[in-house]
């Protein structure tokens, strides 16, 4: 029963439609994941060395065999293996501009390839292929994320109650140090519970422009691009009509990230991870998480924004 009188409950926006009205929207990227795995049940998957430990985390969870890969400089698999029965292949969208990666192994692997977008989340699926994005890389919401099945599939679970908004309304006040700390404890609470997408997060996306979001990140993408192209150790294809995460940028030499703190230029590590795995191998991979800078590209910027960021790393 809905109670009636007292003090004020969160206004959410709710006026909009929902991103991924033909997904099933939970909670987290790994609820999709143990969603996925539940219903495969798979005997071996394919998992690409650079990626953070979240996402292997439901395959400990389930007690699902994984087997790494390497990626070479264009950011594609090095092999790809044979698959026995059971077996799939897990495969990441880096930076939301792989796409033309994404459909050659769709060619390859058909039904056993595995698409992780959460890098891309203007993507509405692939057909015939099970995939997931998340809300929460693109957007300051507390949970969100949206399966792809190939097939019917029922998910009974709750809408997620273990939000934190904490983090989110310490930065809105500028409160930047207290705002981190709490930041990375709420990222300690989740796990990989399947739950579906809380009231709070669902409100807040319907209130999103996601057309402009869309353009935004297009435009500061170019705009860094423009700027850092010939200083850019990957190649980028930049033909494809896609929303990407952000501007991935690999300079000559590692770029002091205090110094980029210390002016206010918050820029993140994917994945620190791969550091401390003790396996051996996969050097290209431990360069990216050190060396590689995720530039953001998001829609709070604007290119006169980014101006100071592209401007320092050009005097390095």
């Excluded at 430990?53 to 969870?61: C, G, I, M, N, T």
């Excluded at 399966?147 to 939000?163: C, H, M, R, S, T």
């Excluded at 934190?164 to 700390?181: C, D, I, N, P, W």
Aim: hydrophobic share 40%.
């Amino acid at each position: 029963m809905r109670p009636i009188g007292g003090f004020f409950e969160l206004e959410l926006p709710c006026h909009g439609e929902a991103p991924h009205p033909r997904a099933h929207a939970l909670s987290t990227g790994r609820a999709c994941m143990v969603v996925m795995l539940r219903q495969l049940r798979p005997r071996l998957v394919h998992v690409p060395f650079y990626t953070c430990d979240a996402v292997l985390e439901p395959f400990r969870e389930l007690g699902i065999a994984t087997r790494y890969y390497a990626i070479d400089q264009r950011l594609f698999p090095c092999v790809q293996p044979t698959l026995g029965d059971g077996d799939f292949f897990l495969w990441i969208n880096y930076f939301g501009v792989c796409r033309g990666h994404t459909e050659a192994l769709k060619r390859h692997y058909a039904g056993r390839l595995l698409i992780d977008d959460t890098h891309n989340f203007f993507r509405q699926g692939h057909v015939g292929f099970w995939s997931f994005t998340s809300a929460r890389k693109y957007f300051g919401v507390p949970d969100g994320a949206y399966l792809y099945p190939p097939v019917e599939v029922a998910v009974d679970a709750k809408p997620f109650e273990g939000i934190s908004l904490l983090h989110s309304v310490l930065r809105t006040l500028g409160r930047q140090v207290e705002a981190f700390a709490a930041y990375q404890e709420y990222e300690r609470s989740l796990d990989c519970s399947v739950s579906r997408i809380s009231a709070v997060s669902e409100g807040l996306l319907r209130g999103i422009d996601l057309r402009s979001t869309a353009k935004a990140r297009r435009t500061n993408f170019a705009y860094l691009h423009e700027r850092l192209r010939a200083r850019n150790l990957l190649s980028i294809d930049t033909s494809l009509d896609e929303v990407p995460f952000c501007y991935p940028y690999l300079p000559s030499k590692p770029v002091d990230r205090y110094a980029l703190y210390a002016d206010a230029m918050f820029v993140p590590s994917l994945w620190s991870d791969t550091l401390v795995r003790p396996n051996q191998g996969f050097l290209w991979e431990r360069r990216l998480s050190a060396e590689l800078l995720p530039l953001p590209i998001d829609h709070r910027y604007t290119p006169e924004n980014l101006r100071r960021l592209a401007d320092h790393l050009l005097t390095i």
